[in-house]
């Protein structure tokens, strides 16, 4: 495990919120559902944060707005120390660069009628990034990083297998030179043997050319071989955060505990014996008052449907949002 405690981010999200608005019944009505909530969280250079949690969560949309392919509603973005949200499109775009996203559908990612070199080289071209001739000799090289020839930048899409064009996703992802790489669901349309192939692709990449991913995913095992840290996402907002091993040792919010009991084992003996997530995620047009996950939590309480939680800190790299911990943390004069 990588030790990030006495370095500075190189990303940091500040209550980060994104907005929807959606029609309702009513021709002047509108209702507002709030994907991303209050959203904090510190990458660091060389590092994975793993951000894992139910489809529909805002898992997604966090990564998205992060990287500003959407505009965040509230909140700060930070990048190396520079406030990327209050900067104009224009001046924005000359940093853009630096950032790139691996997508979970690398076939619906690529234009079917063009040849994968222009796929690469038009990521270039966008920036305005060296001449014809480089940006050629770029693309062949990122080709024969993750494993192809020459020959395959004149291919067309359709030519490869599902891995194969996860591969040169990623190659498209490394032409600009970035420094951190959303990777939403990069690897979760993959069959199992393609999967770890291309988790060891990206961990040999991050070592070599000193990578950060923000690494979305909803299998947890998947989430824990690569990342260095896991936040757990609930209804838009990040409810646990902690180092990789530790979460899986001693997680602290029931979500979390359930998300991990729900993990398949090869005993089916076990498999009845575990605890079940019950009940349905709410509608992000009615989100529950008090904690959002007060509906379905076997510990709740009264407090619980009244009055948000506090993000309540166990450790000095454990944090949970829960009451459950606020009293303890109190009583230990922590808090």
Sequence with gaps: MQEFKERVPLLQVIGLEKHFTTQAKGLFKKNTVRAVNQVSFEVYEGETLGLVGESGCGKSTTGRTVLRLVEPTNGEILYNGENVTGMKLK??????????????????????????????????????????EERKARAIELLKKVGFSEEHYYRYPHEFSGGQRQRIGIARALMTNPKFIVCDEAVSALDVSIQSQILNLLKELQKDLGLSYLFIGHDLNVVKYISDRIAVMYMGEIIEMAPTEELFANPKHPYTKLLLAAIPVANPHKQAERPILKGDIPSPLNIPSGCPFHTRCPYATEQCSKIVPEIVHTSEEHSVKCHLFESDVTERGEN
Excluded: C, H, T, W
């Design 91 to 132: 001046e924005f775009n000359k940093i853009r660069k630096d950032f790139q996203m691996i997508f979970q559908d690398p076939f619906a990612s690529f234009d079917p009628k063009k040849r994968i070199g222009y796929s690469l080289e038009e990521v270039m071209v966008i920036q305005s990034v060296g001449k014809k």
